[in-house]
């Protein structure tokens, strides 16, 4: 291709040009025919101070640039080399503006030709990538990144990145590149152009390509054959062979573990004696192995089939990634493994054609159909959680899923999954689908009598997310938006038959919206004036049998009609959903699916206020400045442990469940309550993490904290933002802190603001900054100091190995905050048998959060850390021996905060490597 790209990186004073930002380093290289040909990188004196963290960041200084030339001075040369070349960046909405305000400033004209974004192209050419961010492309694609956030190496890898996109986008098939080309425009980088250049190269090429499927005019990657199994010879045939001879794992650097092996031994035994096991296994056990081994042995040996239920993405992907290969190279015989998750998880083909077709309405749009194309050349199962889209385009993908009632066409990628299944040794699911399946009249999973449950400390928590229920205003508020546009959409050639019926439609639409509003609005005046709001939001219980009142009234009686103008709508669009278009347009069907999911809706809300159900606690959720209708219901089981014992420790012979953090003081007696295993009396174990915590780590109680229980929420906030700061200025690069509610956090962060200019380290507070946890977490990582405050989703799944974390610190003991619905349901159900709501629920809950936010400390037999817990409840309480009896044997040091600093400055560093730990 005879085309020139320029491709830039700036480092900056800052985020805005228009705010007097000025550039301090800019690094070029200059690409054609897919080779670097010229460079160009020089430091700019900006001629204002750069900010602390911009320096920490950047590593680039005051006396960096103090020499350095103006921008002016390199003007010239720099606009000759960008002359009659696109202009390539990792973000050019970041560094295009910066480099025409100098530009201006320099008195030279503004660049006017063609841009290309990398990140875009990034997002189209590798769909499947966890992060967009240059060192992460890098990283997957093996470019080197020596010095990240220096504008000559970001310029010369993001070059690199650019090459090898260039070199995927040209082995696309050229279906997949016409179908691009025709998206282009819709895009912000110009790569038409770039586009129509490759598909010519591709025209002189053998039209054939036998590497693609085409299915209604889409290419997808064909079916490869079926691959070897595993290994036939072997001189451990049986478990028990292996298990003697225990050879290494082949794992790069395995060491072996007497946990893990005991962990394996107990395992086959549960699964070959028929029996319930609860098993903990410390973090570093390498616990997963630790189940899969034994039962892959044991479904090869007894031909049964062994289901594999996890929680979380994260560790499917670890399962099948990491573990599988490893499972494959030590088990004797052939093994197959499949996934099989609910039929939402994978894409529907024919939406997905009918998508494509539509017009782009939205650069959301016009994004998700060009990694689609691109993606269905890569992914064997079809499941959506393979890709990564904008959080624009997630509810637009949620609409291309199959849906719980349809067969998926003819190109079935649920139905291929779940053959699959069929045919498989080992099936891994997630909690819900294996809930779901339990209840399910036809059970989707194939038969099995023997489950592994990882993570099954969440096993509850995503029971009573499974059998609950919720409605709000906003999911309403977006479908009946959505019906309404596909009304609109109706080809003009069909309204000489369906006018009256789309006319009749948009009426009861319209009166069905109406009425939803004033429900909606209702409800929350109705909530806010029975429990006023805490830290801005109200929770209320509510009962329909005990509930009264005129504004309660009417909302039941509103909802009654909010439910027969519902059906009113589906009886007006029967003419358009019975009579489908000649062309085979997709809207009778989308229609049909959306006016079903609206009268689902609608039934869950008659259900949640009108019928009584004394196993579910139900509750009203508002903001007290939200939006007057912004409402959200929820309902769910108060005790499950029946459901368990019933539907699934009776159903099967042997379910496993295994976990970090499954015992109080050492003893399983409150997870099998909850769980109802009381009757079943399960194997026992719990293993401990392989790690040296005496010397490894270090605990930390400030005595002159205020008491936790004594003073307000603001009065602790101060106090914590105050603790915070001395531990960052005195101990550690990098500190992670967890809070037990987001009131606290927030309150917390604001109070640490005020002084936050002066402080040599950054502060990033989930909630506060945008994005989801592992996206803050990169953030975190890319300072060499920084504090990252977390709630929620931090306390367990985050993982910070070696010198990613130095200090952990616990801002408060993780109570359940005192207005949570559910835990109020669940004391009075223990107070009413007359038991201690206290020690039988809230002190056993936050005693296993606890010791899972402490787990996110010591990761590796090589890793050093101090936790600092700021809530001096833990070791003066009466109930303080239950917390400390359950977390590692760390040393507990307690004193005032300033002789706490100095004991733990020269435990850290005492014995560590200079290179670190």
Known sequence: MAMRFVIIDLETTGNGPKKGDRIIQLGMAVVEGRSIVARFASFFNPEQPIPPFIQQLTNIDEQTVEEAPLFADKAGEIAAMMKGAYFVAHNVDFDLPFLQAELERAGRPPFAGPTIDTVELARIVLPSAESYKLGDLAKQLGLRHDRPHQADSDAEVTAKLFIALLGRLHRLPLLTLEQLRRLARHLKSDIYSLLDAVIAEKRKEAPVDDTVAVYRGIALKKPAPKPDDGRRHSPSASFAAFYEQAPPLPLPGYKRRE???????????????????????GTGLGKSLAYLI????????????????THTLQLQEQLIRRDLPVLRQVVPFPLRVAVLKGKQNYLSLDKFVSFLSEPCDTYDAALLKCQLLVWLLETDSGDLDELNVSSGARL??????IGEGEDGGRHHFFAQAKQRAERANIVITNHAFLLHDLTASSPLLPPFRHLVIDEAHRLE???AHSFGERIDYVSFRLLTA??????GKWPEAEHGEAEDAIARCQRRLEELQFEGDELFR?????ALAKKPARAGRCRCRFSPADEGGRTWQAATELCWRLRDSAAALCGAAMPLVSAPAADGSPLPASLAADLAALERQLATLVRLLTETDPSAVRWIEADEKGAANAVRLYSQPVDLADFFADRLFMKKRSVILTSATLTVRGRFAYMTRRLGLDEFYPLCRSFPAPFRYEEQAALFVPADMPLASAVSVETYAEAAAAAITAVARRVGRRLLVLFPSYELLKMTVEALKNDEADEPFVLIAQGVQSG?????????LQFERAVLFGTSGFWEGVDLPGDALDALIIARLPFAPPDDPVMEAKSERIRARGGDPFYELSLPEAVLRLKQGVGRLIRTERDKGLVFVLDRRLTNAPYRADFLASLPPFPVHEGGLLELLDAADAWLWQGRRPNGV
Do not use: C, N
């Open 259 to 281: 946990g893990q092996w005991e962990m394996m031994r107990l395992v086959y035994e549960a699964l070959s004696t028929s029996q319930h096991a609860l098993i903990e296994a």
């Open 294 to 309: 034994p039962a892959a042995f044991f479904a090869g040996e007894r031909q049964e089939r062994v289901v594999v239920s």
């Open 396 to 401: 637009l993908l949620s609409e291309l899923a």
């Open 461 to 463: 928590d995503a029971a």
């Open 482 to 487: 959505k019906i309404a546009q596909t009304l």
């Open 522 to 526: 209702l409800l929350r005046r109705y």
């Open 772 to 780: 989801s946890p592992a996206k803050l977490i990169r953030t975190f």
